[in-house]
């Protein structure tokens, strides 16, 4: 049995972020999906997991999020360095960089984030929120390959040149992980992280898939010739009506 845990799934449900893992409970009988609460100690921290989920937050939930997990910072680190999974959406990979730099009027703070991971973000709360989506190439270190699909819908952007090495995604339509690169995301051993909200499983029937086979599952997927079906009339949507943008 394999365990995945959702970390504070009372927190990270504010775009349907929870049916990414009730669709890998449903496609395998050989998941045991753990949902561990704010209040509670993560089982990362004295048990072994194969997998951790983190999705997006509302914006005040970072620092919050932050305070919760900085006494297992070293153990994340542990776990990222020795290979465990970690899917990590839309501002939940703030959390991991440096520090968010709240650049609104009412605030101008700056908020220490884990570190581990070299780049920073800043929030424009006063600036209008940006929605976009994308399309691109995400490719791991054998030279697996498969087309990504994601919808960003955020006040915050992350900067850094450590996003040139380590990106999850090249962007081909759309922006990465601020207007000006197209590099999108985090990929560093196992641990991908995106800024796209929503199922993005879902969204990725192809990339569930993957990571079913990184679990070591079979990767067989509910309903999987309608997702993938879906998956490619939206690609294809996405590349007609935006690709000339």
Do not use: W
């Amino acid at each position: 049995m394999k365990k995945i845990e959702f970390l504070y799934p009372e927190f990270c449900n504010i775009y349907g972020e929870s049916y990414n893992m009730e669709y890998l409970g449903r496609c395998c009988k050989d998941l045991e999906i753990i949902r561990t609460r704010h209040t509670e100690v993560p089982a990362f921290v004295n048990s072994d997991v194969d997998m951790i989920y983190l999705a997006c937050l509302t914006e005040r939930k970072p620092e919050q999020v932050i305070e919760l997990l900085t006494p297992y910072k070293d153990r994340l680190k542990e776990l990222i360095d020795n290979g465990t999974i970690f899917l990590i959406t839309g501002n939940s990979l703030e959390i991991f960089g440096n520090e968010i730099k709240d650049e609104s009027r009412s605030a101008g703070s700056v908020i220490p984030a884990l570190g581990i991971f070299d780049f920073y973000t800043v929030r424009y709360m006063d600036a209008d929120r940006h929605n976009s989506q994308y399309v691109g190439t995400f490719r791991d270190e054998d030279g697996f390959e498969l087309t990504m699909l994601g919808h960003q819908s955020q006040f915050a952007f992350s900067y850094g040149d450590f996003f040139e090495n380590n990106n999850f995604v090249d962007i081909e339509i759309g922006i990465g992980a601020n207007p000006k690169i197209k590099s999108e995301g985090i990929h560093v051993n196992n641990f991908f992280a995106t800024h796209s909200l929503g199922p993005y499983l879902i969204m990725n029937p192809l990339f569930a898939k993957y990571l079913l086979r990184k679990l070591g599952l079979e990767d067989r997927l509910e309903f999987e010739a309608e997702a993938v079906e879906a998956y490619e009339y939206r690609k294809a949507e996405l590349i007609r009506n935006l690709g000339d943008k």
